[in-house]
């Protein structure tokens, strides 16, 4: 396993942090009511919570399995038996899972479960993800679903490259890019041709022209920069690699607004909602409140460059913030 210094780093002000919040709580708790206490964030299990079955499921990618595995460990945790299935394919076939009944939730993405799923235009899409979640609570509500407000973090399509590259041309925003795109290469999944978050939108919305557009496999976005295949490259603010190389690579700021925010809604069927009581909701909002962007990318870092498996990264998430012992 490759030895990172930030993510050493980070576990070490994590830990650092939980030691002072702890010696406060200590100094503070003389009246014995655990005021302060670092286990506030600890799951008890309610034995009411028994032989209630929820399965959780997720799409097919790292940061989807080590989301599946926060909220079903989470739940578990809270005494629901739970299973899971992280392995569905695309959010058509993870949502078609959903409404069959197949799987009790899953985390989906905004700009995902609404332009793929509920139809809206990708420039409808606020790009706030707050304001995206209460805009779309009447489908989910339609569908007999239930969403939970959005992560902290938002995993959204990027315009990406290397550092030395974006130093040579002498930009740090999209917009910069106008007058010198005509002379570069971009590289980007085969359907970006198509979505406004992508080319389409850094066309329309930009008014830029590539010199050429190369479609590549998700898995080799970073390689067409490393290699020199691509000038930019269509990246994901959660990406791995912007934590464990973040000198490298340089994400240019979408000053227009034209890249949706990418923050994760739990999406859960009514029918298990209300099966599973109130400690269904609360623990899941628990468990995501400190899933920040740079946790998330650490949390991906382990599992796509360190090779750890998704369970066990999990797992030292919820323990790190106290959800777990």
């Known amino acids: ?5 930030r993510l050493r780093v980070l576990l070490a002000l994590i830990a650092a942090f939980a030691l002072i919040l702890g010696v406060a709580a200590c100094g503070d708790d003389d009246d014995g009511d655990g005021g302060g206490d670092t286990s506030a964030n600890l799951i008890e299990e309610n034995p009411d919570n028994n032989g209630v079955a929820i399965t959780v499921g997720s799409k097919n990618f790292d940061e989807q399995f080590i989301l599946g595995e926060i909220y079903a460990q989470g739940l578990e945790a809270a005494g629901y038996d739970v299973s899971t299935d992280l392995n569905l394919g695309d959010e058509t076939i993870a949502f078609k899972a959903l409404e069959d009944g197949e799987i009790d939730a899953y985390p989906e993405y905004t700009s995902t479960i609404l332009t793929s799923i509920f139809e809206v235009p990708p420039e409808d899409v606020p790009g706030d993800a707050q304001q995206a979640f209460d805009e779309s609570q009447d489908e989910f509500e339609q569908l007999g679903l239930v969403a939970y407000p959005p992560t902290p973090f938002s995993s959204a399509n990027a315009v990406g490259l290397l550092t030395k590259t974006a130093d040579e041309l002498g930009v740090s925003t999209i917009s910069d890019l106008e007058g010198k795109s005509q ?25 830029l022209e590539f010199k050429e557009f190369t479609p590549v496999a998700i898995e080799l976005r970073y390689d067409v920069l490393d290699n020199g295949d691509a000038d930019l490259s269509i990246l994901f603010t959660t990406d791995a690699q912007l934590f464990v190389d973040p000198d490298t690579y340089t994400i240019l700021e979408d000053d227009k607004g034209v890249l949706p925010a990418g923050n994760v809604l739990f999406v859960a069927r009514q029918q298990t909602v209300d099966e599973a009581g109130d400690d269904f909701g609360t623990t899941v909002e628990s468990v995501q409140s400190n899933l920040t ?28 913030f106290g959800y777990v012992e």
Request: glycine share 6%; with cysteine; charged share 30%.
């Open 183 to 207: 002379d570069l290469v971009l590289a980007g999944s085969p359907e970006c041709r198509q979505r406004i978050d992508c080319l389409l939108g850094l066309e329309q919305n930009y008014g």
């Open 1 to 5: 396993m490759r030895d990172h210094p």
């Open 293 to 320: 962007l740079e946790v998330m990318q650490e949390l991906n870092a382990r599992v796509t460059v360190d090779k750890e498996k998704p369970a066990d990264v999990a797992h030292d998430y919820l323990v790190e």
